[in-house]
């Protein structure tokens, strides 16, 4: 069983930081991918960045230059440190792992509120 644990959400000003913790249990084949995903009210559910477990990174263009991915494939864990936050941030934020097989595995999700 694939289990995904976030931490690190809150509340945070514009223009100030977070980091985001996501911790993995299962085989490191049950994440050959990792990465962060997020859902505003009302919006989809889109991807933010992710990392291989060869350490290739992605980010979508909105957080580009203030968001950074990174983690331990064997240690089962990834992090995303998002710096320069915007209101427009706002979100549930999910972890999501990419197995060899295909499946998906997806945390509880934590919140990210960026206010004043």
């Known amino acids: 069983q694939v289990q995904l644990v976030e931490s690190g959400g809150g509340l945070v000003q514009p223009g100030g930081s977070l980091r985001l913790s996501c911790a993995a249990s299962g085989s490191i084949f049950s994440r050959i991918v990792m990465g962060w995903y997020r859902q505003a009210p009302g919006k989809e559910r889109e991807s933010v960045a992710s990392i291989t477990s060869g350490g290739s990174t992605n980010y979508a263009e909105s957080v580009k230059g203030r968001f950074t991915i990174s983690g331990d494939n064997a240690e089962g864990t990834v992090y995303l440190q998002m710096n320069s936050l915007k209101p427009e941030d706002t979100a549930v934020y999910y972890c999501?792992?990419?197995?060899?097989?295909?499946?998906?595995?997806w945390g509880q999700g934590t919140q990210v509120t960026v206010s004043s």
């Open positions: 999501r792992s990419a197995a060899a097989n295909g499946l998906h595995y």
